[in-house]
């Protein structure tokens, strides 16, 4: 087992941890891959339902590392994961109401969080927006947007400015 420690300085770093652990299959499937390396078809069968979004959670959370597999001779090579750490330490101060917001986005239900993700990225989708820029438009408290940028798996914070991920898909909405 992995012994490294994920040291959290930002409480904005908390949302993609609490999130993935509040689901018993993200739970689960991050167990597994503290045991050892494991291929995706190898942890479907352990757990037996489809972790595709789990091991993209996981990834997004810098969560987890993966490698080639070196196939048996006419295979296909296989990407397999394995946790990169096995402690937290967290190690910030923050007032209670932008911990509030924090935890608030952590837990959200995936349909309610859809709905602040859709209104941020019509800010964006014409042009450049920086987090305040989006903070006083939308009117959201900072912290409750950072925590949002850090669930999301569309969105992304690169220095002041909220920007699209390049390879994500959005459905017409």
Not at 123 to 141: F, Q, V
Not at 155 to 173: C, P, T
Request: proline residues 3%; glycine residues 4%; hydrophobic residues 40%.
């Amino acid at each position: 087992m992995n012994q490294r420690v994920k040291i959290i300085s930002n409480p904005t770093d908390l949302v993609p941890i609490l999130y993935i652990f509040n689901s018993a299959l993200h739970r689960s499937v991050y167990n597994e891959l503290l045991r050892g390396w494991k291929t995706e078809k190898e942890l479907e069968e352990i757990i037996r339902m489809d972790i595709n979004k789990s091991i993209e959670l996981l990834k997004a959370g810098n969560l987890i590392s993966g490698r080639w597999r070196t196939p048996e001779r006419g295979e296909k090579p296989e990407m397999e994961y394995t946790a990169i750490y096995s402690k937290i330490k967290a190690d910030f101060q923050s007032n209670f109401s932008d911990l509030a917001e924090i935890i608030d986005i952590a837990i959200m239900d995936d349909e309610t969080f859809e709905e602040y993700e859709t209104e941020v990225i019509k800010k964006i989708s014409k042009d450049k927006k920086s987090i305040n820029e989006i903070c006083r438009e939308l009117d959201y408290p900072l912290y409750f947007l950072k925590g949002l940028l850090k669930r999301s798996l569309l969105l992304d914070l690169r220095g002041q400015d909220v920007v699209m991920i390049k390879n994500a898909y959005i459905a017409e909405k």
